[in-house]
């Protein structure tokens, strides 16, 4: 059952971030960071706007979020994402210490979940899973269109 402050939920509000990227051309990626079940941060894909390949909707919605708060770290909160973070974006939650990583779709190809060793940080709880069907659809069509 989706709650106002239920995973689902807020999976939802990044899968909203996602769909702007989409229209927007950027790959569909979308993030929320949610604070005392409050979201602090929202932002999707802007590699292609912003010609920066470090641009992804986690990095984006980090620097909104610690912006926000006034400190380098979201360890009281969570982010939510619709296709599992890279590396790149991994390393950069592990510093962050956020306490909930929730991402929809897996991602084979570049996940961080593909390495051997934990990159996200040692009280980081991980919950997958959720919304997967919808945010793999949407980065297929978009793919899809790409190649039309």
């Known amino acids: 059952?989706?709650?106002v402050n239920s995973d689902e939920h807020f999976m939802k509000e990044a899968f909203k971030?996602?769909?702007k990227a989409f229209d927007e051309d950027e790959v569909p990626v979308g993030a929320v960071i949610v604070?005392?079940?409050?979201?602090i941060a929202r932002a999707h894909n802007m590699t292609e706007r912003l010609n920066d390949v470090t641009a992804h909707a986690e990095m984006l919605a980090f620097t909104s979020a610690t912006d926000y708060l006034g400190g380098k770290y979201?360890?009281?909160c969570s982010l939510y994402v619709t296709l599992e973070p890279c590396v790149m974006c991994a390393g950069a939650s592990y510093w962050t210490q956020l306490k909930k990583v929730v991402y929809g779709a897996s991602d084979d190809k570049r996940g961080f979940s593909r390495l051997t060793e934990p990159v996200l940080h040692p009280k980081t709880e991980i919950v997958h899973g959720i919304m997967a069907d919808e945010s793999a659809a949407l980065i297929r069509q978009f793919f899809e269109k790409k190649r039309d």
């Not at 604070?35 to 979201?39: L, S, V, Y």
């Open 1 to 3: 059952m989706l709650t």
């Open 17 to 19: 971030e996602a769909q």
């Open 35 to 39: 604070c005392n079940n409050r979201i």
């Open 74 to 76: 979201l360890n009281e």
